[in-house]
């Protein structure tokens, strides 16, 4: 079964690095997610991206923030200049046109020290 | 907007025991998914279910049973004869016609004791 994949499973990283997640949607889909969740928390959407643009982003996406879909495969978020408060899993989703199911990576741990 | 509560943040239970995690929505859409997801110490999400707002039946999968009620806005999970790896964080989570993006509850602790 296809299945969205995220790398790496676990990363840290120090205070004021840039740092960029990495996540392979399944292939057929067109919507792109990430999610963050701190620890202890529920898990909040970030940003969702179609058609190569974002579609929606939340409070908590902001201009620290981007994200790219550099190539046909690659989905990536790029946190500049990370803070403290920035350690949390991030999850990244991928969902087919016309969909409302949204299928959810394994996670990215960000540890920043 | 939406919103999805659940509103027991921890349950305990001891080995065996039936236990039910409440969940309750907020849409607006006529259309929508609901999901439960389970996550274990190790943080990864795990899909459990997934209901869509047209099918009201309730579902069984060996010990998990799943009642959607429309009328009350709800959509609760039971683990009957709980063991002690169903201890994990249960998050309830609902998406719109939006493209899937979903809200999530801020979920349930449970823990089950041998």
């Known amino acids: 079964e296809p299945e969205v994949t995220q790398t790496p499973s676990h990363q840290v990283t120090q205070m004021g690095q840039e740092v960029i997640l990495r996540c392979v949607p399944i292939?057929?889909?067109?919507?792109f997610y990430w999610y963050r969740q701190i620890l202890g928390q529920k898990v909040e959407f970030l940003v969702s991206f179609y058609n190569n643009e974002i579609s929606e982003k939340s409070e908590i996406f902001d201009d620290q923030f981007s994200v790219e879909r550099p190539d046909g495969s690659n989905f990536t978020l790029k946190i500049r200049s990370t803070k403290l408060e920035d350690s949390a899993m991030y999850f990244c989703?991928?969902?087919?046109?016309?969909?409302?199911?949204?299928?959810f990576g394994q996670g990215t741990r960000l540890t920043v020290v | 907007a939406q919103k999805v509560t659940q509103a027991q943040t921890e349950i305990s239970v001891v080995e065996k025991e039936d236990v039910t995690l409440d969940c309750v929505y907020e849409t607006r859409d006529t259309t929508y998914y609901l999901f439960w997801y389970k996550q274990p110490p190790s943080g990864e999400l795990v899909f459990l279910i997934r209901?869509?707002?047209?099918?009201?039946q309730n579902e069984i999968s060996g010990r998990y049973s799943w009642n959607f009620q429309k009328s009350t806005s709800s959509f609760n999970f039971t683990i009957t004869a709980s063991q002690v790896v169903d201890s994990a964080v249960y998050f309830c989570a609902l998406s719109d016609t939006n493209a899937g993006k979903s809200t999530f509850g801020d979920g349930t602790t449970l823990t089950v004791k041998p």
């Open positions: 292939s057929n889909h067109l919507y």
């Open positions: 209901r869509n707002s047209f099918d009201e």
């Open positions: 989703a991928s969902s087919r046109f016309g969909s409302t199911e949204a299928f």
